[in-house]
């Protein structure tokens, strides 16, 4: 299975944007790239996903890189609820391997 | 409201006594799988399933079974528990095992084992 890598953790304002990188330069051409995260005690929860072209959604958008080797999730205006742990994951299957995400805290 | 819910929420018990805990969806989703947490593994698949009566190991089966006679439940049954099995628990479901297919979580379950 392609895996992933993302920092171990990011720090962002309150209200203002936050891109959380990845890069996944073994995908493959089959792979979809989906974000989840995970909310302080909470099971994870799906975020977005994409193939190739950028996809928005109300919780984000995800900006894919030509070549697909990396993607970014943005969140366009951080807020508090927003912190938690940030899971970049390549999809083939129903089975998510999950790698150790990227932390974000969001400063008031 | 759609939704996985797990029972129990946390659970304490001590090696050798069996236990179940169970998983219930109710979105009709015929993929359903089981995740373990653990402080530097991450999540990691124990057994999933794609439909009623179908199952399969994931990566961390040992010491598991389930089952899957409804398209709503999916209990993970430890026959023997350990304390290597101390862990958060989470069942998660979705539409079919698709690429593109949302996976919807539970609130996870806390099992300690003495």
């Known amino acids: 299975d392609a895996k992933t890598t993302q920092p171990n953790s990011m720090e962002s304002n309150e209200e203002e944007p936050v891109h959380l990188p990845c890069n996944h330069s073994?995908?493959?051409?089959?792979?979809?790239i989906h974000w989840y995260r995970q909310l302080p005690s909470q099971g994870p929860e799906y975020v977005i996903h994409?193939?190739?072209s950028n996809v928005n959604n109300r919780m984000a958008s995800l900006a894919i890189a030509e070549d697909r080797k990396s993607s970014t999730l943005i969140l366009h205006r951080a807020t508090l609820r927003d912190a938690a742990v940030y899971y970049c994951?390549?999809?083939?299957?129903?089975?998510?391997?999950f790698g150790q995400g990227t932390t974000l805290q969001v400063k008031p | 409201e759609a939704q996985v819910t797990q029972n129990p929420r946390y659970l304490i018990t001590v090696t050798g006594k069996k236990l179940t805990v169970t998983c219930s969806q109710n979105?009709?989703?015929?993929?359903m799988s089981w995740y373990r947490q653990d402080p530097g593994l991450g999540l990691r698949q124990i057994y999933y399933?794609?439909?009623?009566?179908?199952?399969d190991k994931g990566d961390v089966p040992e010491g598991y079974k389930v089952s899957r006679k409804e398209k709503r439940n999916f209990p993970l049954i430890l026959e023997s528990p350990s304390p290597n099995q101390t862990s958060l628990y989470f069942c998660?479901?979705?539409?079919?095992?698709?690429?593109?297919?949302?996976?919807?979580f539970g609130p996870g379950t806390r099992l300690t084992v003495l």
């Open positions: 998660a479901s979705s539409q079919t095992s698709g690429r593109t297919d949302t996976q919807y």
């Open positions: 073994t995908i493959s051409g089959t792979d979809y």
């Open positions: 994409g193939l190739t």
């Open positions: 994951i390549l999809c083939n299957t129903g089975k998510l391997i």
């Open positions: 979105m009709n989703h015929e993929y």
């Open positions: 399933s794609m439909n009623v009566e179908v199952t």
